[in-house]
């Protein structure tokens, strides 16, 4: 979800602040519309960021692990190389990278999400940032990756065009994002499984289950694998390719940058 989610530079400016975040005229915003306002979506994922990972592996049936362990294979960080790891949230996601003894940053633009993975990994550089206008130089990683975080950015074309700046001529970039699955009778169950079944087990461990039937919604609104691999084409993406998994829960694209 993050430096990934879809923000903006006034929320990566803001100084950090308490649980909570944005507020809108009638209080605090627990869950974003599809429209994907950028002050929305930062403000949900502070709220949820205290339980974020617990959440995730209820809900996922403990696919999260096996998921994070495919990225870390397609993304194939090595020794001294840089790899950006955004919508990284708590930097769960950005550990196996940094256990190769590549340069992780992890980034993200909920700032509720930062506080919290830097009170667990105080060694990791956390970074402010919005998908849409990274604060890094061009061609600077050899690699950009961000786990379900692209369909929560509000311009997702402007994303895979910042990604492809800042990564290296020959670098890679690998998206991990809920898709379409394959096999239609299994996706009919599944619709009903997030339409129906995932709110009530997010009331249940979240401290915002309104945030989850926006991920419900979210999810069925995201473009299928092959249109996500023309959107990455059309932002300078060369050799794009992608890999089902848990049968087309989730996706894995990645593609090149053209030396």
């Not at 849409?132 to 690699?143: S, W």
Request: hydrophobic share 40%.
């Amino acid at each position: 979800m993050g430096g990934g989610r879809g923000g903006e530079e006034e929320a990566a400016a803001a100084p950090l602040s308490g649980r909570g975040g944005t507020y809108c005229n009638n209080g605090p915003v627990t869950r974003a519309s599809l429209n994907k306002q950028p002050h929305e979506v930062a403000s949900m994922f502070d709220d949820v960021a205290e339980r974020y990972d617990l959440t995730n592996d209820v809900l996922s049936l403990g696919q999260d692990r096996v998921w994070r362990k495919e990225v870390a294979t397609a993304v194939d960080a090595r020794p001294a190389q840089k790899v950006l790891d955004l919508a990284a949230g708590t930097a769960t996601s950005s550990l196996p990278f940094a256990r190769t003894g590549a340069y992780v940053v992890p980034c993200d633009f909920s700032l509720g999400m930062l506080q919290v993975g830097k009170r667990k990994h105080t060694w990791l550089p956390f970074t402010a940032g919005d998908a849409t206008k990274l604060p890094f130089k061009d061609d600077t990683f050899d690699a950009v990756t961000i786990s379900f975080g692209l369909r929560n950015v509000q311009d997702t074309d402007t994303a895979l065009r910042e990604m492809h700046r800042v990564t290296k001529p020959g670098g890679r970039v690998v998206i991990c994002e809920f898709s379409h699955p394959t096999w239609a009778p299994f996706r009919t169950v599944y619709t009903e499984y997030l339409m129906r079944a995932l709110p009530p087990v997010a009331r249940a461990v979240s401290s915002n289950p309104d945030a989850y039937v926006y991920l419900a919604e979210s999810i069925r609104a995201w473009p299928d694998q092959p249109a996500l691999a023309e959107r990455l084409q059309k932002a300078g993406w060369s050799r794009v390719a992608w890999r089902n998994l848990s049968g087309g829960i989730v996706a894995l694209h990645r593609g090149f940058k053209a030396s």
